[in-house]
């Protein structure tokens, strides 16, 4: 069914080929005359990359906040965005892998080629490996939970955005510093609030796999129902497994994302007794305005979430 749907949309896309449209991609537009058309796949990226173009680029953003970048089904107006766009930013590491919808929208809008200005912004980072089903050997995508691949996040987008307007390189680059700046400091505040988690305790319990990174840079043991949201999520043999590591571990305190859903872990909560000490932030930002609107406050508050839950 997603696969005709996909085929529908790029149809339609053809006759809108010639329209001016003026859609925003869940994104805002804050660039000035002549600034540059960006598009990211999914709201992270959309943050780091804002903060580094500054008032040089309108960014519009693919995945609507609080939905899973994984499988997103594009839009007929997200394939004209992605076609007059300067440049496109995207995860890597097979987070838009779900369906290859980003590459068949690539291919569809044209930028596919070598030399097109398609930018994996994880393009550096050391990936962990997924261990389990039948994605096990494949790279985890989740790279941005530890502060320092967002600072590497970061760099790659200047560094992009340099290749593609290079008379604004020194906006760039001291967007950049000022930016990477406030994360070497999230960085600190993250390890100082984690430091509160007496040893025993940091068993950090999540529905989908995702705190691999997070979890290796801030000292705890990352364990969870499922390994990745696009394979089966929260069958049987998923839930007894995460049960007897709760029993086994007196793990205090379960945690669930906000872009998921959250029946499993209340299976697992009623199962062992063991209560969901809130939500935490993974493949989106909140919405603005609320909780976690941009990638330092959505770590900031994964991080107090966290200690706070596993110490109560």
């Excluded at 502060?147 to 200047?158: E, L």
């Excluded at 400091?185 to 997070?214: C, H, M, N």
Aim: proline fraction near 5%; charged fraction near 25%; hydrophobic fraction near 35%.
């Amino acid at each position: 069914m997603r696969k005709i749907l996909f085929i529908t949309l790029f149809i339609m896309f053809t006759g809108l080929a010639g329209c001016s449209g003026d859609n925003q991609a869940n994104g805002d537009a804050e660039g000035g005359e002549g600034s540059l058309d960006i598009v990211t796949t999914y709201s992270v990226v959309y943050d780091i990359v804002k903060n580094v173009a500054g008032e040089h680029a309108d960014v519009q953003n693919l995945a609507p906040i609080g939905s899973d970048p994984h499988q997103y089904d594009p839009l007929p107006e997200d394939v004209q965005v992605v076609t007059d766009a300067d440049a496109v930013f995207y995860n890597g590491l097979n987070l838009e892998a779900g369906n290859s919808w980003f590459e068949k929208m690539i291919q569809t809008a044209g930028k596919d080629g070598e030399d097109a200005p398609v930018f994996p912004i994880s393009e550096g980072v050391e990936p962990k490996l997924l261990q389990s089903g039948g994605h096990k050997g494949e790279e985890d995508p989740h790279a941005w939970l530890d502060v320092q691949n967002g600072i590497t996040y970061a760099k790659n987008a200047r560094d992009a955005l340099i290749k593609i307007d290079p008379d604004h390189k020194e906006a760039y680059q001291e967007n950049a510093a000022a930016y990477i700046d406030k994360l070497e400091e999230l960085d600190e505040k993250i390890k100082q609030k984690v430091a509160e988690v007496p040893e025993d305790k940091r068993y950090l319990i999540t529905s989908e796999g995702a705190f691999k990174y997070f979890s290796a840079a801030y000292g705890f043991e990352a364990a969870y129902i499922w390994e990745i949201n696009d394979e089966n999520e929260g069958t049987p043999d998923q839930i007894k497994s995460v049960v007897d590591l709760i029993d086994e571990k007196d793990v205090p305190a379960l945690f669930v994302e906000t872009s998921v859903d959250p029946r499993s872990m209340e299976t697992v909560s009623d199962e062992t007794g063991v209560p969901i000490a809130g939500e935490i932030f993974t493949d989106s930002l909140g919405k603005p305005g609320q909780e976690g609107d941009t990638y330092i406050k959505m770590l900031e508050w994964n991080a107090d979430m966290i200690a706070e839950g596993l110490t109560n």
